[in-house]
């Protein structure tokens, strides 16, 4: 046989019993195999030998290498000289290699290998590629290798690898186990572990996460990192050391748990010794559980306790956190049926203000049951309703300063029935309802012990949908208007001398002016007799896209609000005495599907002022470009407090050759100073992405601003180092600049032209 002519040899296993050549290439069976070369020898009928451009194919494994031999009997391979493997989604080379071809099980020195990952789970892509001075296959999916190294990057992109003494993995569940591993980024060894466990996939492996690093000016230079326990399929806890350059160390706990019945969490922060506050075992403590009974019944309970006032304020960077002031401890059943409602709560509170300090529920019971009624009497139905509650108030009167009734506790009885008779049409509806409320109180500690009352509400709620087609600009729409009408009548009784157990006057807005009583909780009942008169229109394209959407309102009242009057909410009695409401305009409007513009106007015209106005302008071309401008102007509603009038500017914009801008500017006009600010760059390299945040946050809780420094390196497919466990980057970015998107976010059609 020369070498110049081609031969190929098809060889089944049974060929042993009864053999058999072929001299063409087939389609393969899984137990079938196919060599070929520019050479060939056939040795007792066992052993085959191809020599120059070899080529092995059995099952889906190509093998090709310039000599190969196969043992027939053994299922023995040996192949040396350019090795490369291919199938199974994936690829190997190396210098040679032994193996058990049926098994997969064998070593390649000197190898390279790429396998394929679940592209979905991959930020950046979606192959794994790496290399060994020795390369172990242990099976289908399995292999591990010695003195080897790991990427995610693309072959020619050595940005970033994991090197370890021993890496075994597993391409069916996308996981991957190092010993003694080393993260090197720009060949710069940036961490080390003895054991590194992770998954390409999510899934759940005992193992230290990324390390986070950040730094605060309350708190200094901040470092941690977390320990993850799978302890069962159902439960799991993280462990985390948390160093504070100015407080010193801190320990953090976590452990969850989730079945198809119940859930829950459990957390834990403690510091032995505050370094900058000589302040001594500091910590914050969560229960949280919740329990499904039946499919009806559920109950739980939440405990939260911190040591100190002070605690979030100098511990946190989340402005969410920064600002708490009560601590929820309470425990709650319920009962949900498709008509009734039935809730059970226990409720206290640690307070961290001596401003103020909420009533306690020890306990509530509460009771809402709605019903649709068809076909009554020619009529095509009617709505029932009944809301109760049953509460027993107290309260820690040590942080009660100025209220009139602090020494007030007691229960309070509340029975809302109504019912509602609608008539709907396609073109619009008209809503009438009676309700009644009842008011019951058992008091200790105020100028009555007693009171009861009983207080009727007529309202009429009615809209038309009005449309017609036209044309503009040459396109055709749809114009819609929708008038709107909405009158309510309540009669006045003295509630003066009722407490005010958790009683607030609604916000007016453009919804609550479509509200029966302008108080939120139970303990007032507005009188009224007024009327809402509102008209909406829209415009909407063929294909029902909504271009612009436009609403202008205002309430009329026929009588003054005496209630109102009584109340501790006003300054004076000029709101409860006028003849209407502000007028109150929003406007929603598209000037192409890229720039959006957003306006609300809340204007008082007996007295000329704009109250209330947010104007926002916001231009999206594609994701990972923002532009957002807003201005917000809140007047003072009563004499104590202050106007805000404050510009917002937030965005995001690539710079080209990977690089993108973030920041965000929210500037208070009345005292010429940021509320807060965020700045900073993000890089896209390919496989990985990096980004440096600075924030500056103004806290409630001092006159001192908080400043915070991120730093970020995300790998792709592999996590990120650099997140702060507390102030998480992703959070403070998605709450300055709404709408924002990450590289590993942004489809690859708009995030390949930053990268030129």
Same mark, same amino acid.
């Given at each position: 046989?020369?070498?110049?002519?081609?031969?190929?040899?098809?060889?089944?296993?049974?060929?042993?019993?009864?053999?058999?050549?072929?001299?063409?290439?087939?389609?393969?069976?899984?137990?079938?195999?196919?060599?070929?070369?520019?050479?060939?020898?056939?040795?007792?009928?066992?052993?085959?030998?191809?020599?120059?451009?070899?080529?092995?194919?059995?099952?889906?494994?190509?093998?090709?290498?310039?000599?190969?031999?196969?043992?027939?009997?053994?299922?023995?391979?040996?192949?040396?000289?350019?090795?490369?493997?291919?199938?199974?989604?994936?690829?190997?080379?190396?210098?040679?290699?032994?193996?058990?071809?049926?098994? /997969?099980?064998?070593?390649?020195?000197?190898?390279?290998? #790429?396998?394929?990952?679940?592209?979905?789970? @991959?930020?950046?892509?979606?192959?794994?590629?790496? #290399?060994?001075?020795?390369?172990?296959?242990?099976?289908?999916?399995?292999?591990?290798?010695?003195?080897?190294?790991?990427?995610? $990057? =693309?072959?020619?992109?050595?940005?970033?690898?994991?090197?370890?003494? =021993?890496?075994?993995?597993?391409?069916?569940?996308?996981?991957?186990?190092?010993?003694?591993?080393?993260?090197?980024?720009?060949?710069?060894?940036?961490?080390?572990?003895?054991?590194? /466990?992770?998954?390409?996939?999510?899934?759940?492996?005992?193992?230290?996460?990324?390390?986070?690093?950040?730094?605060?000016?309350?708190?200094?230079?901040?470092?941690?990192?977390?320990?993850?326990?799978?302890?069962? *399929?159902?439960?799991?806890?993280?462990?985390?050391?948390?160093?504070?350059?100015?407080?010193?160390?801190?320990?953090?706990?976590?452990?969850?748990?989730?079945?198809?019945?119940?859930?829950?969490?459990?957390?834990?922060?403690?510091?032995?010794?505050?370094?900058?506050?000589?302040?001594?075992?500091?910590?914050?403590?969560?229960?949280?559980?919740?329990?499904?009974?039946?499919?009806?019944?559920?109950?739980?309970?939440?405990?939260?306790?911190?040591?100190?006032?002070?605690?979030?304020?100098?511990?946190?960077?989340?402005?969410?956190?920064?600002?708490?002031? /009560?601590?929820?401890?309470?425990?709650?059943?319920?009962?949900?049926?498709?008509?009734?409602?039935?809730?059970?709560?226990?409720?206290?509170?640690?307070?961290?203000?001596?401003?103020?300090?909420?009533?306690?529920?020890?306990?509530?019971?509460?009771?809402?049951?709605?019903?649709?009624?068809?076909?009554?009497?020619?009529?095509?139905?009617?709505?029932?309703?009944?809301?109760?509650?049953?509460?027993?108030?107290?309260?820690?009167?040590?942080?009660?300063?100025?209220?009139?009734?602090?020494?007030?506790?007691? !229960?309070?009885?509340?029975? !809302?029935?109504?019912?509602?008779?609608?008539?709907?049409?396609?073109?619009?509806?008209?809503?009438?309802? +009676?309700?009644?409320?009842?008011? @019951?109180?058992?008091?200790?500690?105020?100028?009555?012990?007693?009171?009861?009352?009983?207080?009727?509400?007529? #309202?009429?709620?009615?809209?038309?949908?009005?449309?017609?087609?036209?044309?503009?600009?040459?396109?055709?729409?749809?114009?819609?208007?929708?008038?709107?009408?909405?009158?309510?009548?309540?009669?006045?009784?003295?509630?003066?001398?009722?407490?005010?157990?958790?009683?607030?006057?609604?916000?007016?807005?453009?919804?609550?002016?479509?509200?029966?009583? %302008?108080?939120?909780?139970?303990?007032?009942?507005?009188?009224?007799?007024?009327?809402?008169?509102?008209?909406?229109? !829209?415009?909407?394209?063929?294909?029902?896209?909504?271009?612009?959407?436009?609403?202008?309102? %205002?309430?009329?009242?026929?009588?003054?609000?005496?209630?109102?009057?009584?109340?501790?909410?006003?300054?004076?009695?000029?709101?409860?005495?006028?003849?209407?409401?502000?007028?109150?305009?929003?406007?929603?409007?598209?000037?192409?599907?890229?720039?959006?513009?957003?306006?609300?106007?809340?204007?008082?015209?007996?007295?000329?002022?704009?109250?209330?106005?947010?104007?926002?302008?916001?231009?999206?071309? /594609?994701?990972?470009?923002?532009?957002?401008?807003?201005?917000?102007?809140?007047?003072?509603?009563?004499?104590?407090?202050?106007?805000?009038?404050?510009?917002?500017?937030?965005?995001?914009?690539?710079?080209?050759?990977?690089?993108?801008?973030?920041?965000?500017?929210?500037?208070? +006009?009345?005292? #010429?100073?940021?509320? =807060?600010?965020?700045?900073?760059?993000?890089?896209?390299?390919? $496989?990985?992405?990096?980004?440096?945040?600075?924030?500056?946050?103004?806290?409630?809780?001092?006159?001192?601003?908080?400043?915070?420094?991120?730093?970020?390196?995300?790998?792709?497919?592999?996590?990120?180092?650099?997140?702060?466990?507390?102030?998480?980057?992703?959070?403070?970015?998605?709450?300055?600049?709404?709408?924002?998107?990450?590289?590993?976010? +942004? *489809?690859? %059609?708009?995030?390949?032209?930053?990268?030129?």
């Amino acid at each position: 046989m020369t070498s110049s002519l081609k031969i190929y040899f098809m060889i089944f296993l049974i060929l042993f019993l009864n053999s058999t050549l072929s001299y063409g290439e087939e389609q393969l069976s899984d137990d079938s195999l196919l060599i070929e070369g520019d050479s060939l020898e056939n040795t007792l009928d066992r052993k085959l030998k191809a020599s120059g451009n070899a080529v092995l194919k059995k099952g889906g494994n190509t093998i090709k290498a310039d000599l190969i031999e196969y043992d027939q009997v053994s299922d023995e391979l040996y192949a040396i000289g350019n090795i490369s493997v291919e199938g199974n989604g994936g690829s190997l080379t190396g210098s040679s290699i032994e193996l058990s071809v049926n098994e /997969n099980i064998g070593f390649i020195p000197n190898a390279t290998f #790429s396998s394929t990952l679940n592209k979905s789970n @991959s930020s950046f892509n979606n192959k794994l590629r790496g #290399s060994a001075k020795m390369l172990f296959l242990e099976g289908e999916s399995k292999k591990k290798l010695q003195n080897g190294s790991i990427t995610t $990057c =693309e072959a020619g992109q050595d940005d970033w690898f994991i090197k370890a003494s =021993e890496i075994a993995i597993n391409d069916s569940s996308q996981t991957v186990a190092a010993k003694n591993a080393k993260l090197e980024f720009k060949g710069i060894p940036i961490l080390y572990s003895p054991l590194v /466990n992770f998954s390409f996939n999510n899934d759940r492996k005992s193992g230290f996460l990324a390390p986070s690093v950040g730094t605060t000016s309350r708190s200094g230079f901040e470092s941690s990192i977390p320990y993850y326990f799978n302890l069962s *399929p159902t439960s799991d806890a993280t462990l985390t050391p948390r160093y504070l350059g100015k407080r010193g160390f801190q320990m953090k706990g976590e452990y969850r748990y989730l079945d198809k019945n119940y859930s829950g969490a459990s957390n834990l922060e403690y510091m032995g010794k505050d370094n900058s506050s000589d302040k001594t075992n500091r910590y914050y403590g969560k229960l949280h559980h919740e329990q499904s009974l039946s499919d009806k019944i559920t109950g739980g309970f939440r405990i939260e306790k911190v040591s100190d006032d002070n605690y979030f304020s100098d511990m946190s960077s989340l402005i969410s956190a920064t600002s708490t002031v /009560n601590l929820p401890q309470e425990a709650y059943l319920n009962y949900t049926s498709e008509k009734l409602d039935v809730n059970f709560l226990a409720q206290r509170y640690q307070n961290l203000t001596t401003t103020s300090s909420p009533y306690e529920r020890l306990p509530s019971i509460k009771i809402i049951h709605s019903d649709n009624h068809e076909n009554l009497d020619g009529f095509s139905s009617y709505e029932t309703s009944l809301n109760m509650s049953l509460t027993q108030f107290e309260r820690n009167h040590n942080f009660v300063a100025s209220s009139t009734n602090k020494n007030v506790s007691g !229960r309070r009885f509340i029975s !809302r029935p109504s019912i509602a008779l609608p008539f709907e049409t396609s073109y619009g509806y008209v809503k009438p309802r +009676i309700s009644m409320n009842i008011l @019951s109180y058992d008091l200790e500690g105020g100028s009555t012990n007693s009171k009861s009352m009983v207080i009727p509400t007529l #309202s009429i709620d009615s809209r038309l949908l009005i449309d017609k087609k036209l044309t503009l600009a040459g396109k055709s729409f749809v114009q819609t208007l929708e008038p709107r009408i909405f009158y309510s009548y309540t009669p006045y009784k003295k509630q003066e001398d009722l407490p005010m157990f958790d009683t607030a006057l609604t916000n007016l807005n453009l919804e609550s002016l479509f509200i029966e009583n %302008q108080f939120v909780g139970g303990d007032r009942v507005m009188d009224s007799n007024q009327f809402t008169i509102a008209a909406t229109t !829209r415009f909407l394209d063929d294909a029902g896209y909504e271009w612009l959407n436009a609403t202008l309102a %205002q309430r009329f009242y026929l009588s003054d609000r005496k209630v109102l009057k009584e109340t501790q909410f006003l300054n004076s009695n000029s709101a409860a005495q006028s003849d209407s409401s502000d007028l109150f305009l929003t406007a929603t409007g598209y000037i192409n599907k890229a720039l959006k513009i957003d306006s609300a106007i809340q204007y008082n015209p007996n007295e000329s002022t704009t109250n209330r106005a947010t104007l926002r302008t916001r231009y999206s071309p /594609n994701p990972g470009k923002l532009i957002d401008v807003s201005y917000r102007l809140i007047r003072g509603l009563t004499a104590a407090d202050d106007d805000i009038k404050q510009i917002n500017l937030a965005g995001q914009w690539p710079l080209g050759r990977g690089w993108s801008s973030i920041g965000r500017y929210n500037y208070d +006009i009345q005292k #010429s100073s940021a509320v =807060e600010s965020l700045g900073g760059f993000e890089f896209d390299g390919g $496989c990985w992405t990096s980004r440096i945040v600075v924030n500056k946050l103004q806290l409630a809780t001092t006159d001192k601003a908080n400043y915070s420094l991120f730093l970020q390196i995300e790998l792709g497919g592999l996590g990120s180092l650099g997140t702060s466990n507390d102030a998480n980057l992703f959070d403070v970015i998605n709450r300055n600049v709404p709408g924002a998107s990450f590289a590993s976010e +942004i *489809p690859d %059609q708009y995030r390949k032209e930053n990268l030129n």
